[in-house]
């Protein structure tokens, strides 16, 4: 199976801060990465597909890249709605994998 | 709206079973890779199991394989994962998730949208 290693694990911000996630896959999956945000009691929801397309109604201030191996998911300018936990998820394999998880907590 | 609507959670002893059912509405499901995650209280998301749109074929996580079945009736719009011999480690919400397609760069990719809103499993003596 394919591995996905996020970091961090968790971390805390302020409201207009910059927050950069990556995540790395255990062998190269070219841009067949995804990434979804779950906010408590609720299901997660796409932002990213294909490693860099923005999903619709997902504002800008969201964005991802990365190929092959390395990934990130950056939140340009932090807002209170965004504290939540990031998953980003491989569908290179047809044995899915996510990430473990990055929860951004207000600082 | 699209929507996606599980059912069929509760409380069932080890050993037992249990039925999921995913009701799709507002979303052409019968054109749709389909598929199961699950979370156990407190940790992250853990694909179970995936069905092509037509049924014919279906995948599993070693974790289920076995033990768990997932299939589909597509004049009811609907998704089912049968769960056997189930282990208090199956505990979790169960999320069934469309899967969408599309060539991007030059890549076959897929994701999962939309998701529903969980039904909780709990395996417990």
């Known amino acids: 199976d394919i591995q996905m290693t996020q970091s961090p694990s968790s971390l805390s911000a302020s409201v207009g801060d910059r927050v950069t996630i990556t995540c790395r896959a255990s062998?190269?999956?070219?841009?067949?990465l995804n990434w979804y945000q779950q906010k408590t009691g609720k299901a997660p929801k796409l932002l990213i597909y294909?490693?860099?397309s923005l999903q619709s109604g997902v504002p800008s201030r969201f964005s991802g890249s990365g190929s092959g191996t390395d990934f990130t998911l950056t939140i340009s300018s932090l807002q209170p709605e965004d504290f939540a936990t990031y998953y980003c998820?491989?569908?290179?394999?047809?044995?899915?994998?996510f990430g473990g998880g990055t929860k951004v907590e207000i600082k | 709206e699209v929507q996606l609507v599980e059912s069929g959670g509760g409380l069932v002893q080890p050993g037992g079973s249990l039925r999921l059912a995913c009701a799709a509405s507002?979303?052409?499901?019968?054109?749709?890779?389909m598929h199961w995650v699950r979370q156990a209280p407190g940790k992250g998301l853990v694909w179970v199991s995936h069905?092509?749109?037509?049924?014919?074929?279906?995948n599993y996580a070693d974790s289920v394989k076995g033990r768990f079945t997932i299939s589909r009736d597509n004049a009811k719009n609907t998704l089912y994962l049968q769960m056997n011999s189930l282990r208090t480690e199956d505990t979790a919400v169960y999320y069934c998730?469309?899967?969408?397609?599309?060539?991007?760069?030059?890549?076959?990719?897929?994701?999962?949208?939309?998701w529903g809103q969980g039904t909780l499993v709990t395996v417990s003596s």
């Open positions: 998730a469309g899967d969408k397609r599309g060539y991007i760069n030059y890549n076959y990719v897929n994701w999962f949208d939309p």
């Open positions: 507002e979303f052409t499901f019968s054109n749709h890779w």
């Open positions: 069905i092509n749109s037509d049924g014919s074929t279906t």
């Open positions: 062998q190269s999956i070219s841009s067949y």
């Open positions: 294909a490693a860099s």
């Open positions: 998820q491989q569908s290179y394999s047809s044995l899915i994998t």
